[in-house]
């Protein structure tokens, strides 16, 4: 097969027909062999019933429905799991994605050499304030902590390299972030293609402001898994000793001018406090460290590596 096309959708039934037709002519046009796999994040409109409705119509399309509402990443977990295509595409079910940019992001991958490609929304149409902006701070966030030159992190528009998709696993809301988890799981190519943004024509956005705080902590996460996640004690060991190094060079400065230079009492001097303060939390972060330590060495990926290939073997 080569095309799996993944659709997170929550409440959107009134797109999915519109979307499946358009999806569909350009799969017929191109003459791929593909799949739909529309996601149902437990959606309380009639998404489902369409998606059923639409399946009899056209058995490519396939579908999973949750639940409850789990979240988008949870929703394109699910779809990558069962995805066969040999190039998968997510998309978003609002048409604000452009079904006419599936053939340039395929042949990106299958023909390019590209791990994964993501859409760039150079031109957008949504709200400048709640959106546009919070998200060129965002993404300039991403770029400088991840090294990966991407204008556009969170565009639901992107393909990828089956064997990418296979061996990464999404969660949380870290959907924003598959670059990076790409590019921490060895895949180095990463491309971009400025695509088509379209106003939403139906329904409403699903995220609010509150995407912005919730993505700033999940970057912060996601770089410190990334280095740290498989030897917690190379941080906390060396802040931690850092810290608690301070604050005993300080406490024997204070020692030794207590007795020897100006005799004030040790606890009259505000830099008593900050010793001491220095001291514990050295304590703290090393012990931090140490059962981050523990719970690395017991974690069942510990030794989970990809294997690019192997040789006589
Ligand atoms: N979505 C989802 N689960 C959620 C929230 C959103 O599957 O809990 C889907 C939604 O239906 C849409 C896509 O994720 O297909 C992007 O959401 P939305 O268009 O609301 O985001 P925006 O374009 O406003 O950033
Ligand atoms: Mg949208």
């Not at 149409?125 to 969170?154: C, E, M, V």
């Not at 514990?280 to 069942?300: K, Y």
């Amino acid at each position: 097969m080569d095309i799996s096309i993944v659709i997170p959708l929550y409440n959107e039934d009134e797109s999915l027909p519109e979307l499946a037709a358009w999806i569909k002519q350009v799969a017929d046009t191109h003459q791929y062999s593909y799949e739909i796999i529309m996601v149902d994040d437990g959606s309380q409109d009639d998404s489902w019933k369409v998606i059923n409705e639409l399946r009899n119509k056209n058995e490519h399309i396939k579908g999973i429905k949750f639940q409850r509402n789990y979240g988008k990443s949870a929703a394109l977990n699910e779809g990558f799991r069962s995805a066969q295509g040999d190039v998968i595409i997510t998309m978003d079910a609002d048409m604000q994605d452009s079904p006419d940019e599936i053939p340039a992001l395929y042949n990106m991958i299958k023909n390019e050499g590209y791990d994964m490609v993501s859409g760039w929304k150079k031109k957008r149409y949504d709200n400048t304030l709640t959106k546009n902006i919070p998200s060129k701070l965002f993404n300039a966030a991403a770029r400088r902590s991840s090294g990966i030159k991407l204008h556009d992190f969170n565009c639901g528009l992107k393909s990828y390299k089956k064997k990418l998709i296979k061996s990464i696993e999404v969660y949380g809301e870290m959907h924003r972030y598959i670059p990076i988890i790409a590019k921490w799981a060895g895949f180095k190519k990463i491309g971009e293609k400025v695509v088509e943004h379209r106003p939403r024509k139906y329904g409403v956005t699903k995220f609010g402001w509150e995407r912005f705080v919730n993505g700033f902590l999940d970057l912060g996460s996601i770089m410190f898994v990334g280095k740290f996640g498989k030897r917690p004690m190379h941080f906390f060991g060396l802040w931690g000793t850092l810290a608690f190094m301070i604050g005993l060079i300080i406490f024997l400065w204070l020692t030794i001018s207590k007795f020897f230079f100006d005799h004030t009492g040790l606890t009259q001097r505000p830099l008593f406090f900050f010793a001491i303060l220095a001291m514990i939390m050295g304590t703290q972060l090393f012990l931090a460290g140490f059962i981050g330590e523990l719970i690395a060495r017991n974690s069942p990926d510990r030794n989970n590596y990809l294997v690019e290939t192997k040789m006589g073997l």
